[in-house]
């Protein structure tokens, strides 16, 4: 039996003069290759290659599937070891670029049987818990349920060897985590006649998170995934400078990479490089935020060009500011919460002691209960402390606080307007719980008539209970009560056509984005493809993490953890303190600290958005 080897990993550590391994013993120099266990493996072994070991002559078929699962984790770029495995005619047609299948612990390969009337036949069956699903446009669904396939293999003169097989790769958590990272890619946001509301509006960047291999070729993969199109679920709202058949330039694949002084050459296909110089830069705009995304240094520029290697365009990274995603997010300069006396006030910077607002919602005139500043934090919105009444004003200057712009008709505090909140258009959203209509609704401006949105994935027994618009305003992330009571954390996609007299808005293909949470309380957006959420887990403690936007964890750090916590509030730069209401009243995260409660009691803190 040799079901107990299959891996060689070559360990690399780069020093001047040494190689140094802390902790471990010397390689010795002969005696079999023992298989690593992959959940001994640790995510942060970046210096550890590993590579498949090639089959043997006289292994069964359950050992012989057994390898190549495990030789599909190596980090070879074409997958050449685990292809021995496979007949020469399945392993040219076999796509591992397909899809990956993440499963509890590593697929199972142990059911297998003889085919009946076939000396040289047998089909083994792998089985796992599924956790997540990478799709063939790289991206992350986090898909639970069984897993199951069928191999079938053949006897060769060389052994067994597989000849029938699914497409794609099926690996562990542990495996996955090694091998793949969430890469952004960015594409332009489809805001219709909305795009004149700001400067700029066609040139709004989104976010769009893909999974890619980490250790093979990152930047190769990071701007082929751009050039080949925005994910399924973000494709309505978002366009892509690239034509249509662009590719990367050359037969063979093009290996990208900085230069010395951090800047990126891309040679296109004719496709590609046979664009005007404003489409050309577009481009450029695109692949410079999508490479720095993932680059361990800063790019200092993007070069496009034909398949000659003749410059078509290029971008310095002060042209790529004028791009920047989250632009229309704003400074925020400030924090905003309601104070003791339900006014509006804020705190500037680390300041722990708040101030009244000016204008009409720092007044005092109708206590409020909820906030919202526009992401210029020129104008706020405020909804009143029973609930029934959304009030717009300027945050400069006095003057009367004016009639409501939207009014509820529930007769219960708990079924009337939910907090507001700002795109980076300048529109107000809002939802009404009203049992008898409950609605999403936009007030374009801020002061515009209500108009009603539809959401047409929402079933009749649930409801919006909170909600946040993303700066871009495609996105928005809203916290849904379901039929059970419990509430879950789903994503929208704000898909905008009409005209701007007659617009026709729609909120669709609503996802969840914390499907590990049983019951969500709060969240907000924190970066261009992420939230924080606060929620528990089944049978769990209360606790606040970071989510991405296609539903997978994020690499941050664990929050230190805070009781009782009833909202949150974080800005789309992520380099500004955390905020959160709990016991203790209003407390802030300032980056690597610890809670701290301010001194002044209030409640609804928010930054801009």
Known sequence: MRADRRWAAVVALLAAGAVLLSGCASMPGDGKVSRVDSSQRAEGESRVRVFGVSPQKDESPQEIVRGFLEATTSDEPW????????TKETAKAWDPFASTT?????????????????????TVEIAGTRTALVDGRHAYDPAKGAYNARFHLTKLKDGWRIDQLPDGLVLGESDFERIYRSVDVYYYAQLGSDARSVS?????????????????????????????GPTTWLDPVVDSAFPAGARLAGRGKQRLSLDDAGALKVRLNAKGADVGRGQCVRMA???????????ST????????NPQGDTRCDLSREGAESFEPGRLDGRAAEQYFIDSKHRVASLTGASEKGKVVEGPLGSGEVEMG????????????????????????????????????LL????????????????????L??????????????????KEKPEEIDVPGLGKDERIESLRVSSDGVRIAMRVREADGRSSLQLGRVERGGSREEPEVTVAALRPVAPQLEDVVAASWSGDSELVVVGRESQSVQQLQYVGTDGSTTNQPTLPGINDVTGVAAAEDEAKPLLAESEYGIVRLPPDANWRTLPDPGTAPVYPG
Do not use: C, M
Not at 285 to 295: G, K, M
């Open 408 to 427: 509820s008709g529930a007769k219960k505090e708990q079924d009337r307007l939910t907090a507001p909140s700002w795109d980076g258009l300048g529109d």
């Open 429 to 446: 959203w809002v939802a009404d719980r009203d049992p008898e209509n409950p609605r999403l609704l936009r007030l374009r401006g801020g």
């Open 200 to 228: 700029g509006g066609k040139d709004v960047l989104v976010s769009d998170p893909v999974y890619l291999r980490g250790r093979i070729d990152p930047v190769t993969e990071t701007v082929e995934a751009l050039i080949e």
């Open 102 to 122: 993440v499963v509890t612990g590593g697929p199972s390969a142990n059911a297998a049987r003889e085919d009946p009337g076939d000396e040289n036949g047998y």
């Open 285 to 295: 705009a695109q692949l410079f935020h999508s490479v720095q995304s993932q680059a």
């Open 79 to 86: 997958f050449s070891t685990a292809k021995e495995y496979l």
């Open 370 to 405: 909820s906030v919202a500043v526009s992401r210029d934090e020129r104008q706020g919105a405020a909804v009143s402390l029973d609930g029934r009444s959304l009030y717009a004003a300027s945050l400069a200057g006095g003057g009367d606080l004016e009639s409501p712009v």
């Open 298 to 305: 800063k790019v200092s520029g993007v070069e496009l060009a």
